[in-house]
């Protein structure tokens, strides 16, 4: 039995062993928050480099939009090219940059939701947001595949698909890491070779192809309208594909508040920026499309890879060469913007508490959420041999999902936060605003709830898992004030 002082001294011991251990815990903690808020004061990104930032991450050109022509046909898809631009990118656009002002920190809509909504829905926005990220980067992945594709011919065709496209497919994601590893500052000045080698192969389609431009193919009468076997028998356009390609391909401006952060003078940049990158995506779409359908105006010949093809009409096996290759870069520089800006989505998820703090970490040399940047691209890599559409469905669900949430966070910060410091503030209010707000959310709720069987499952599924994963984690940290940890961002 023991005695009375050496259980003091046990106790003691205890006592001490517990305090270092608190200190410690302490230490780290205090380290991570100087690592945020080392890095909040470095923004490097300016008008120009958001701009090409903005194209490389949004655009990129309009590689992946043949299948818009092929569901529709061309006169409806160049109409609807602008029509998206109004009331589709535009609220996204003008959202992100009042939101990303009145909360310039990097995490972007991972903040709003929380500061709007609170612990449970920011949780799941975060997940949901990750999820979207992941297909979307393994979407990309899979296109600069296919472009690769026809580089082999048909005779090699079995043999890259089988034993070539899965190691390109590591190299790939090697460098985009490699790039990122280097920063933001690095991916913006990266984006400036993105978006030459996006823009060059259609401008010089543009101009060689000036000549030939037929806007009777293209808007005429004759203009072939493709019809599809629809599930109940009847024959028209494919309406489903047509949505789905012409949101995902004039969508993701929202994605820049991720980097807010980094950006300077936020308030003026954003705008402006946006704009810029939105008015020169719609200008190279639109005429890449009409000069293309002019020389090829069969909707069913229009599919990924298509502008290949139409390179090699208007100016031969040179410009069908260029148009590979642009293609290939064209995806890089994409999944490059990407990764930079979900990684700092899941860098976000991780400051307030919805992902474990380790991926909150920064290098304090160079501002990369690096712990983040390296899951994220694990992820993505796991996605190589999913088809293209099947992923742009997935990609568009969950991000459709994220989407409603972003601009109920607008609207319900407008009534809760009127005092709140917008240096930008979207030009509207009450009714009108919310009558701004509509389009974007009646395709959000038409991708959702008209999307294939398969995709609504895997949705819901994706639903379902974050919600027990939120009151799993509530379960473990016992509070969600200690699951959410808004107070890591200096609010301002």
């Known amino acids: 039995m023991s005695s009375n002082g050496e259980k003091k001294e046990n106790g003691a011991s205890l006592v001490v062993t517990s305090t270092k251990q608190q200190q410690n815990e302490e230490d780290e903690e205090n380290n991570t928050n100087e690592h945020l808020m080392h890095a909040k004061t470095r923004r490097t990104l300016t008008f120009g480099k958001l701009v090409l930032f903005a194209f490389s991450s949004v655009a990129g050109g309009p590689y992946g939009f043949e299948d818009a022509v092929g569901a529709a046909g061309a006169k409806i898809t160049l109409l609807m090219v602008f029509v998206a631009g109004v009331f589709w990118s535009a609220p996204l656009a003008l959202m992100t940059a009042e939101l990303s002002s009145a909360l310039p920190e990097n995490g972007g809509h991972i903040l709003w939701i929380d500061k709007a909504f609170g612990p449970f829905w920011s949780f799941l926005n975060g997940h949901w947001s990750l999820i979207s990220g992941v297909f979307e980067g393994g979407l ?25 496209r899965v190691p390109f497919g590591l190299v790939l994601m090697g460098l985009v890491v490699a790039i990122n590893m280097y920063g933001m500052e690095m991916v913006a000045n990266a984006s400036v070779l993105f978006a030459v080698a996006s823009l060059g192969p259609f401008i010089a389609l543009v101009v060689i192809g000036f000549p030939k431009l037929d806007f009777e193919a293209c808007f005429g009468k ?168 099947v992923l742009a469905e997935l990609e568009m669900w969950f991000y459709c999902a994220t989407t409603v949430m972003k601009f109920a966070a607008l609207l319900k910060l407008r009534e809760v936060a009127p005092a709140m410091k917008r240096p930008y503030r979207v030009p509207l209010d009450g009714i009108w605003l919310h009558l701004y707000c509509a389009p974007p959310l009646v395709c959000c709720f038409i991708v959702m ?30 509070s969600h004030t200690k699951l959410i940890r808004y107070d890591l961002i200096e609010e301002l």
């Not at 690769?148 to 079995?158: N, T, V």
């Open 140 to 164: 990309f992945a899979v296109l600069f595949l296919d472009y690769l594709e026809p580089a082999f011919g048909q005779a090699r065709e079995k043999m890259y698909n089988d034993q070539l």
């Open 222 to 389: 004759d203009t072939i309208v493709p019809q599809h076997e629809m599930s109940d028998g009847s024959f028209g356009p494919d309406w489903h594909t047509f949505l789905i390609i012409l949101l995902w391909s004039t969508a993701g401006y929202d994605l820049l508040g991720s980097c807010a952060g980094e950006v300077k003078n936020p308030s003026k940049t954003f705008v402006r920026a946006m704009f810029t990158a939105m008015g020169l995506a719609l200008l190279i779409d639109f005429l890449s499309i009409s000069v293309g359908y002019s020389v090829l105006a069969d909707p069913t010949k229009w599919e990924d890879g298509t502008f290949t093809e139409v390179a090699k009409l208007v100016g031969g096996s040179a410009l069908e060469l260029v148009f590979l290759i642009g293609a290939a870069i064209s995806t890089v520089g994409l999944l490059c913007t990407l990764l930079s800006t979900t990684s700092r989505i899941t860098y976000g998820m991780a400051v307030v508490g919805t992902l474990p703090k380790i991926f909150a970490k920064v290098d304090p040399k160079n501002n990369n959420p690096y712990a983040a940047m390296i899951m994220n691209a694990v992820l993505m890599t796991m996605l190589f041999l999913v088809p293209f559409e």
């Open 449 to 478: 709830f008209f999307a294939k069987k398969v995709t609504i499952v895997v949705g819901l599924i994706g639903v379902a898992f974050s919600v027990i994963m939120y009151y799993v984690s509530l379960a473990v940290v016992g």
